[in-house]
């Protein structure tokens, strides 16, 4: 029989209890012996529920006890659950968290003192909830060089964003309700901001070269001044608009940033709606890949970390590489990207052509009944180059109202 101890008994910490109770005849066959949770760390007390006697207070009686191999982490944030990681792959036992920001903070540190004592450091749920994307990447794309990894990688943010396309709601009033529903948090900083989708695609990126890559590199907008305005436009113009998080590998050149998106019907992950997860792969044999489902929620998340449980039961003591090493990534300035760009703009087409063709080039322009505004969308353009382009046009009088890079 193999002890597993959880730390965190919140929404995900009790659907990995779930998962495992509810599918241990199938999981016992997988491992070839019994998976069972000996310990639950929380600050908590459950009276009456079922793990009521598995809660312990004190992380040292999971770190000292040696029939415990696997730890769970599912607390969330650094602390705890860095130096309680830390200490237990230290101590010789195999660690499973759910946890990106933990992962996109110290994952390469992590991952050697994993290798140093031949156990697993494992986190398929930290991108994707239950979407395997992280095994894909080191096993059945093993092969591959991989040249593009580009997705929605936020549930709440696609729920929102979702909303405001179907329902030409405000972002604050679609917010609140997501709130209400418990889709996003009260400070919904992290996901609106785009800082979640920051470190999921840092780890991805982390995981495609091989390399660390510091999430603070990344170039990273979020949603939040996205309009219901914008959508209009979209509508009009048959795309819609999603918050993407993007890598971009050119030999040894990365290109890594996250950004509200404008994409067409013809866009693999147009139709990745409400809180769904859609994650796109090139490789340059395999060509393009998608992965699609649950990218956040109790039992989703729950099932991908009892995957990973499952991946080091069979494995307690042999390191299976992950393929991320500390050599660092160095990421390319956004500044030499390129896009297109839709571009909201004051006042009327006619009497700004000129300047506008001599900025930006060839554009569709588009325009709204009953306001007084228009837009263009312009061809591909260098992003310093659409920079300096802006500015020249702020520069003399032209009032820019929005602008959102396009791949429409
Ligand atoms: N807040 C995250 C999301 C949870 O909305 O996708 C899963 O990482």
């Not at 400070?187 to 510091?214: F, Q, S």
Request: some cysteine; glycine content about 10%.
């Amino acid at each position: 029989m193999i002890k597993v101890a959880i730390m965190g008994y919140g929404t995900i910490g009790s659907g990995v209890y779930e998962v495992l109770t509810g599918n241990r005849d199938k999981i016992t066959a997988n491992v070839g012996q019994e998976v069972q949770v000996k310990y639950i760390l929380d600050l908590r007390d459950f009276p009456g529920s079922p793990v009521e006697d598995k809660i312990v207070h004190d992380f040292q009686v999971i770190a000292d006890d040696p029939e415990v191999q696997i730890v769970v982490e599912t607390m969330g944030g650094l602390n705890p659950a860095y130096p309680f990681v830390k200490t237990c792959l230290e101590v010789g036992k195999n660690v499973v968290t759910s946890n990106k920001a933990l992962v996109a903070a110290h994952g390469t540190e992590l991952l050697a003192i994993a290798r140093e004592k031949q156990v697993n450091f494992q986190f398929e749920a930290s991108v994707g909830g239950g979407i395997p994307i992280i095994r894909p990447l080191y096993e059945c794309l093993m092969g591959e060089q991989i040249q593009e990894i580009t997705g929605i990688l936020n549930g709440t943010t696609n729920f929102i964003l979702t909303k405001m396309d179907k329902e030409g709601a405000s972002f604050d009033a679609v917010l609140k309700e997501a709130q209400e529903l418990g889709y996003a948090e009260r400070n919904p900083e992290a996901d609106v901001e785009g800082y979640d989708t920051c470190r999921k695609i840092a780890i991805l990126t982390a995981m495609a070269t091989g390399k660390e890559v510091d999430f603070e590199d990344i170039q990273t907008e979020g949603i939040t001044k996205i309009t219901d305005v914008d959508f209009k436009y979209a509508d009009k113009m048959g795309t819609s608009i999603k918050l993407f998080g993007t890598s971009r590998m050119n030999g040894d050149q990365v290109f890594a940033w996250v950004a509200p998106l404008m994409i067409g019907k013809s866009h693999p992950l147009y139709a990745v709606n409400d809180v769904f997860n859609g994650i796109m792969v090139k490789g340059n044999m395999l060509g393009t890949s998608m992965f699609y489902g649950s990218g956040a929620g109790k039992l989703p998340t729950a099932s991908a970390v009892v995957a990973d449980i499952i991946e080091e039961a069979k494995n307690l003591h042999h390191n299976i590489p992950l393929g991320w090493t500390s050599e660092k990534q160095v990421i390319q300035p956004m500044e030499d990207s390129s896009h297109k760009y839709f571009v909201r703009i004051s006042g009327v087409y006619e009497s700004q052509k000129d300047k506008l063709q001599e900025l930006f080039g060839t554009c569709k322009v588009i325009t709204l009944e009953g306001t007084d505004e228009f837009a263009l969308l312009t061809e591909m353009l260098n992003e310093k180059q659409f920079r300096d382009a802006k500015a020249a046009f702020e520069a003399a009088d032209g009032k820019v109202l929005q602008v959102i890079r396009a791949e429409a």
